[in-house]
């Protein structure tokens, strides 16, 4: 089986601020972990995927993510916060070959505060 | 490049009614086609998946069907709807297990 927890339902930062969005996954085999954003009433936009290369990511818009195997941690993080950085965020886990399943968390509500 | 399409955006149907949500994906063949439900506070819970035409893995058992007729189409249906069927519905795809989900942009159904 596999699972995502995210620590933080709501995580408030000030503009300019860093931005740690955490995640930890559960999987029984090495997995893919994915990282979204989901703006008010529209779909979720891949900020960055994890598919066992590097283990730092970069994404869009100034994301990163570093896969820490020892932790099962898959955090995020933006050195520097906008306001257009508010939004909810999203961790995903697959285990991709035959597994089809893709687990999300159940989402962090970033504010980012003037 | 591929683009989704998820139709209606918003919908607002009786306790009863039947429901049908349609997908359609573009630019790619054979996706791996997904129905998601989004409920304020709860997270994605994934409904339906399909990895070829007619197809279909249920996650959760519930007033809820799904079909693929086509391989790019995906449909999400209902004899009759519940008040808890109410929420953000999401399709999305992806080329293959390995890979992100590529999502549309939902459709809000709410259930009076």
């Known amino acids: 089986a596999q699972s995502v927890t995210q620590l933080g339902s709501h995580v408030s930062v000030s503009e300019g601020a860093l931005v740690l969005l955490r995640c930890n996954y559960s999987?029984?085999?090495?997995?893919?972990l994915f990282w979204y954003v989901q703006y008010p009433n529209q779909g979720l936009q891949l900020l960055l995927k994890?598919?066992?290369?590097?283990?730092l990511v970069k994404g869009i818009n100034g994301f990163e993510a570093e896969f820490k195997k020892s932790e099962t941690s898959f955090h995020l993080t933006k050195p520097s916060a906008h306001m257009s950085d508010a939004a909810e965020y999203f961790c995903?886990?697959?285990?991709?070959?035959?597994?089809?399943?893709?687990?999300f968390g159940k989402g962090t509500l970033l504010t980012v505060n003037p | 490049s591929q683009t989704i399409h998820q139709w209606p955006a918003t919908l607002v149907q009786p306790v009863g009614s039947p429901l049908s949500l349609e997908c359609t994906v573009e630019?790619?063949?054979?996706?791996?086609l997904y129905w998601y439900r989004q409920a304020a506070g709860r997270g994605l819970q994934l409904l339906f998946y399909?990895?070829?035409?007619?197809?279909i893995s249920s996650e959760v058992p519930q007033n809820l069907s799904a079909s693929r007729p086509q391989d790019r189409q995906f449909i999400l249906s209902s004899k009759k709807l519940l008040l808890s069927d109410s929420g953000f519905y999401l399709c999305?795809?992806?080329?293959?297990?390995?890979?992100?989900?590529?999502f549309g942009n939902g459709t809000r159904l709410t259930v009076t």
């Open positions: 999305a795809w992806r080329t293959d297990s390995n890979s992100p989900l590529h």
């Open positions: 999987s029984s085999v090495p997995p893919y």
């Open positions: 994890y598919t066992s290369a590097a283990t």
């Open positions: 995903a886990v697959s285990r991709g070959g035959s597994n089809y399943k893709l687990t």
């Open positions: 630019g790619t063949s054979n996706p791996n």
């Open positions: 399909s990895v070829g035409i007619g197809q």
